[in-house]
Every structure is written in structure tokens, then in C-alpha cells.
């Protein structure tokens, strides 16, 4: 199994730019996860997905992040515009939820975003 | 929003010293899990604890899970290179849907 495969591995944009991240999961994985990690704020719980389904988003800063799963091997994450906060590391991460608990999260490289 | 907490921030150890790190959470736990990622890495799966009072050991790694299921604790028996990284752990206040991450815990390991 290759694992969560998340492109690019770098991202370097200027302010006001679109940006997008995108997350391959584990196949047969059913729920789906976007991090952000910064030093000043940890990782961060974006959004997740169930089954393509996004569950909870509370963790979206604002409008100008967007997230989508059209089917279960893609998912994207969109900053339009981007700013200089959002420079972080973006995880994405899969798991297979089957039985009663949380299961493992399956992280991927994640991409470091720089906006300059 | 449920938050756990995890401490210390940082710990640096000189190498055969043991390593233990906490994590708390002012409400009842499902389950806790605990990662580690190396610097420039992203976060690998360790372990999950689900019953009150559990005890799992890895190697030279004992991972405990308090009575009340609200606290957690991590400790590496001498300390090796290779231990070093950040340690996080991760609680589910629920049995489904999202766990909420520590700050972790960064280890460095003095040779």
C-alpha cells in the first residue's frame, strides 16, 4: 500500500494567489482528514469526511478555505485568496473507522505551504 | 471545545535517561491514541488505549490510561537517539468522528 499520497510537497505562492492541496487516501479508508500545523497553533483539525460526506468543518479558519471529496480516493483543499498566515504544513489523513472506536490515523507527507 | 492538554512542551534528556510525557483532558475519554513524528516528518500511529486502567508496552515504550479514562502518559526507558522527535497524544471524547490532538511533547536526546 502506498499510503496517504498528498501533492505538492511544496507549495510557494504570493499573497492574494490560489492555492490547492491535494490527498489521495489509503484505499478503503471511509473517513478522511485535513491538519494544519503550525508552531504557534499545533495541528489543527480542519475538516473531515465520511464517505466523501464532509462532517465537520468548524475547524475551517474562514471562507477562504474550501474543501471537497467527489469521490473516495481525492480529496482537495483550496485557499483562495491565499495570505502570509497560512503558511503551515497541510496533513492530510485516512482511517477506517469498522468497529465502535476512533481507529489509527494514517497521515500523509503533508505539503508546506509558503506565502509570501 | 474539548481540549487535551499535554505537558511538558519540551524535554531534552541525555542519552539511558528515561522520558515521560502527560496528557490530560478535563472530560472523559473514549479512547486516547499516541503518535510520533520525527522533525520534517508527519505524525505515525504508536497505540490506542480504550479501557480504563489499561497498560500496553512496546519495546522500551509503556503507554498507561487512567482509571477515570481522563488522563494519559507516555515513558521511554533509557533513552535512545532514535527516540527523538515529537510525542502526541490524542483524545476521542466520543466513539466516532474526530479526536482533539495534545501539543505534544518534543524529545531530544543529548548522545
Known amino acids: 500500500d502506498a499510503g496517504v499520497i498528498q501533492s505538492p510537497r511544496h507549495e510557494v505562492t504570493e499573497m492574494g494567489q490560489e492555492v490547492t492541496l491535494r490527498c489521495k487516501p489509503i484505499s478503503g479508508h471511509d473517513y478522511l482528514f485535513w491538519y494544519r500545523q503550525t508552531m504557534m497553533r499545533g495541528l489543527e483539525l480542519l475538516i473531515y469526511?465520511?464517505?466523501?460526506?464532509?462532517?465537520?468543518d468548524s475547524g475551517m479558519p474562514e471562507d477562504r478555505f474550501s474543501a471537497k471529496m467527489p469521490n473516495a480516493s481525492f480529496s482537495t483543499l483550496k485557499i483562495q485568496p491565499s495570505e502570509p498566515r497560512d503558511s503551515a504544513v497541510y496533513f492530510c489523513a485516512s482511517s477506517f473507522r469498522g468497529g465502535s472506536y476512533n481507529s489509527p490515523l494514517h497521515f500523509g507527507n503533508g505539503t508546506r505551504l509558503t506565502v509570501t | 471545545g474539548q481540549q487535551v492538554m499535554q505537558i511538558p512542551q519540551y524535554q531534552h534528556v541525555q542519552e539511558g535517561e528515561d522520558f515521560t510525557t502527560y496528557c490530560n483532558s478535563s472530560?472523559?475519554?473514549?479512547?486516547i491514541q499516541w503518535y510520533k513524528q520525527r522533525p520534517g516528518g508527519h505524525p505515525v500511529f504508536l497505540i490506542q488505549l480504550v479501557k480504563s486502567g489499561e497498560v500496553k508496552k512496546q519495546k522500551r515504550l509503556t503507554f498507561q490510561f487512567g482509571e477515570a479514562k481522563k488522563n494519559s502518559s507516555l515513558h521511554i526507558t533509557a533513552t535512545q537517539t532514535t527516540d527523538v522527535g515529537t510525542y502526541f497524544c490524542a483524545g476521542a471524547h466520543t466513539n466516532a468522528g474526530k479526536s482533539t490532538f495534545g501539543d505534544g511533547t518534543t524529545l531530544t536526546v543529548k548522545p
Open positions: 472530560t472523559t475519554l473514549s479512547n
Open positions: 469526511f465520511n464517505n466523501n460526506v464532509p462532517i465537520d
